[in-house]
């Protein structure tokens, strides 16, 4: 199918320019939007099962056995009656009351599975009936019609991550971020038994296990149990909803975690990962005063009102009570949490000196689509060897980000396997490390290998270019009507332009001979130890000059190409010659402008995965766990101790050291730039949009 990232685009896009042209906002749109995604997702599945049950079926008369619900038990998909089938329902003509029809085909769907009741949206008959109809449409493509549960999966979780930057949630209370979820997933790694989220939103945690287990060619549904409760009704069902898109299956209740104890999973829990609400406020100090989940005794209470003042040490302790013995908790929690004073500080002194606080990570800003303020990740671990028990590792990740908008934040894939390569080493996973490591350099090899054919590309459309530009200039001096100076002035930016190509040439060879050379070298190394590694990073290191000038030069002769282009049409009046092949000339730019992007970005990844390599060689040149200022420390308690108990990361760190600034200076602050510029550019036809669109309202355009 086409590239899903496009796909997801387009589908946001028509989606969203139809919610645009609606009295509806995006809470209320956003419901009924996730439920035809279900819809959709649902009947692919359908299909599929269908296909493989029907051949089996006995047949009588001629006639086959009606398909039944329970021929579909087990298989991860829903038995759907004719009228709950996305196709019979996109069929539907545009007089008949669609609203009705899809009410209808949730009930249908619902009655056939239980996680499920209550779940499904049924606020279709306060839509508009041509827009219910678009709606159907824009996810009846014929992409969608042949999409997997995957791909569903994806768009589902787009869906989510963009109606919480459009305002659909209140201080993230239904989604939280990705980079944030795949972190603490990373950390924990919940790979059995009972996963239970006490502050669940839409499920985010639960989709995310199942990828990093999927990923691992396990089934979820074969080793682990997931458990949510959530406060808010709409989140309860969102999350049901999510569950079933992403083929998993849950107990999803509904209920306030600070009232509504589970039970039957306090110490029972494999894993815990959350994010609860920040900073909470009333919570009635009679109604808890005997839950057993808070050992460490209740937090500090209001003066006015006798109410818990701040509930972060409820959730807390809650995550620390609801593991078994040998259980793992991860979880999002407010900065200040970590140096939090009076009652919080005796609690946070008792969890620590259990020996079960394993990583401290801290976050920066404008990672929550809604909040702009930094937060802190959390990590428990019951089952540390005593080797650890004293020791907390801290992660200061501030200073570690990429810039999605001007105002959102995440982790790129390889930033999250570097932290978590932190981890793995403070917990002596070595083995876990030098794979990271020999993934990124067999990235840089492939992207090198790829070079000769990207940069040779260049070749055709620079000789669709260059002679003809020549042969104007010839044509050019016998045109009495052009000034000598300005043809003069042409011919010495040809030259520059043509010399400037000739020497990219003879460097891009010379380049590529050496880096044939060095494939071939790297061809017979194993690459298994870090002593292997790091000889392979000092080769590498060689070209990284040597791509970036190459970089430059793809770049240059491309402008001065296109400068010449330009002068020829503009001050020679080349549009106007009749030996200026303007048509020819254009098409051979377009191609030279294509093949220049995939020379750049060929010469770009090779570099950025070098770089990785080099990230990680630089920091733990032993590929052994080790103290790197400014980014970790392994703080032992009685160093916590000295700092009032303490769980601020950037209180251990230090000050990163120049030397290890180096690698990351110019290349990622550059890029950095670069993404910034780019959302900064977004952001700017998003405000004239609006800005357009009020004057039209006010019918003054």
Wanted: aromatic share 10%; with cysteine; proline share 4%.
């Amino acid at each position: 199918m086409e590239n899903l990232s496009q796909l997801e685009s387009e589908l946001w896009e028509a989606a969203d320019l139809l919610r645009a042209n609606s009295k509806l906002t995006a809470a209320e749109y956003s419901l009924p939007v996730l439920g035809l995604i279900f819809l959709r997702h649902a009947y692919n599945r359908f299909l599929a099962v269908k296909a493989d049950i029907e051949p089996g079926l006995p047949v009588r008369g001629g006639v086959r056995a009606p398909l039944q619900a329970a021929h579909f038990q087990g298989k991860a998909a829903i038995f759907l009656p004719e009228q709950a089938q996305y196709s019979y329902l996109a069929s539907l003509p545009e007089g008949q009351d669609l609203g009705a029809a899809l009410v209808e085909a949730m009930n249908q769907i619902e009655a056939q599975v239980p996680m499920l009741q209550g779940a499904l949206p049924k606020e279709y008959t306060r839509l508009d009936n041509k827009l219910l109809l678009q709606l159907l449409r824009i996810f009846n493509r014929e992409a969608l019609q042949k999409a997997s549960g995957d791909v569903f999966g994806r768009i589902y979780e787009y869906f989510l991550n963009k109606f919480a930057m459009s305002g659909a949630q209140e201080g993230g209370e239904f989604f939280t971020p990705p980079s944030l979820v795949r972190m603490i997933v990373n950390v924990i790694e919940p790979d059995h038994g009972i996963v239970f989220d006490p502050a669940c939103g839409s499920g985010g945690m639960f989709v995310w296990t199942g990828y990093f287990l999927t990923e691992q060619g396990i089934d979820p549904a074969q080793v682990v149990t997931f458990y949510g409760q959530e406060k808010a009704e709409l989140n309860t069902r969102l999350s049901r909803m999510n569950l079933a898109v992403h083929g998993l299956e849950g107990q999803i209740v509904e209920g306030n975690t600070f009232y509504n104890r589970y039970d039957d999973l306090v110490g029972a829990c494999d894993y815990v990962m959350a994010n609860p609400p920040f900073n909470v406020d009333g919570v009635e100090t009679a109604r808890i005063k005997n839950d057993p989940r808070l050992a460490y005794g209740i937090p500090g209470l209001a003066q006015k009102t006798g109410a818990v003042s701040n509930a972060n040490y409820l959730w807390i302790q809650y995550f620390y009570s609801y593991l078994n013995e040998r259980g793992r908790a991860g979880f999002v929690m407010a900065s200040s949490a970590t140096d939090a004073g009076h009652g919080e500080k005796v609690i946070r002194q008792k969890l620590l000196q259990s020996g079960d606080v394993d990583v401290i990570i801290a976050i920066g800003t404008n990672f929550f689509y809604t909040l702009s303020l930094p937060c802190t990740l959390w990590f428990f671990d019951k089952r540390q060897p005593a080797g650890r028990r004293d020791t907390v590792l801290m992660l200061d990740a501030r200073s570690i980000y990429r810039v999605v908008t001007r105002k959102i934040r995440d982790f790129s894939e390889e930033q999250l396997a570097n932290l978590t390569a932190i981890a793995w080493l403070y917990r002596g996973e070595t083995d876990r490390y030098l794979n990271l490591a020999r993934r990124y350099l067999a990235t840089v090899h492939d992207h090198a290998a790829g070079l000769r054919p990207r940069l040779a590309a260049l070749d055709g459309p620079a000789a669709g270019v260059w002679p003809r530009l020549a042969a104007f200039s010839n044509a050019a001096q016998s045109n009495g009507s052009i000034a000598a100076a300005d043809i003069h002035a042409f011919q010495a930016q040809l030259a520059e332009g043509q010399a400037a190509w000739q020497t990219w040439q003879a460097s891009r060879d010379a380049l590529l001979v050496e880096v044939d050379q060095y494939l071939a070298w790297a061809g017979a190394q194993p690459l298994e130890t870090n002593a292997q590694q790091k000889d392979c990073r000092a080769r590498l290191a060689v070209f990284e000059p040597r791509f970036k000038d190459a970089q430059r030069q793809v770049s240059e002769t491309f402008k001065l190409a296109g400068r010449a282009v330009e002068t020829a049409e503009k001050s020679l009046q080349a549009r106007r010659s009749l030996t200026w092949e303007g048509p020819a000339v254009r098409r051979a730019s377009e191609a030279w402008q294509a093949a220049r992007d995939a020379a750049l970005e060929g010469l770009h990844q090779a570099l950025y995965f070098l770089h990785q390599a080099a990230w990680l060689q630089e920091r733990f040149p032993e590929a052994v766990y080790a103290d790197v200022a400014g980014l970790c420390k392994a703080a032992t308690l009685a160093e916590i101790e000295e700092k009032d108990w303490s769980l601020t990361p950037g209180r251990y760190v230090g000050i990163a050291t120049s030397n290890l600034e180096r690698d990351e200076g110019f290349y990622e602050k550059l890029q950095g730039i670069h993404d910034e510029l780019e959302a900064l550019n977004m952001s700017s036809v998003d405000l004239m949009s609006a800005i357009q669109d009020s004057f039209r309202s006010l019918g003054i355009v």
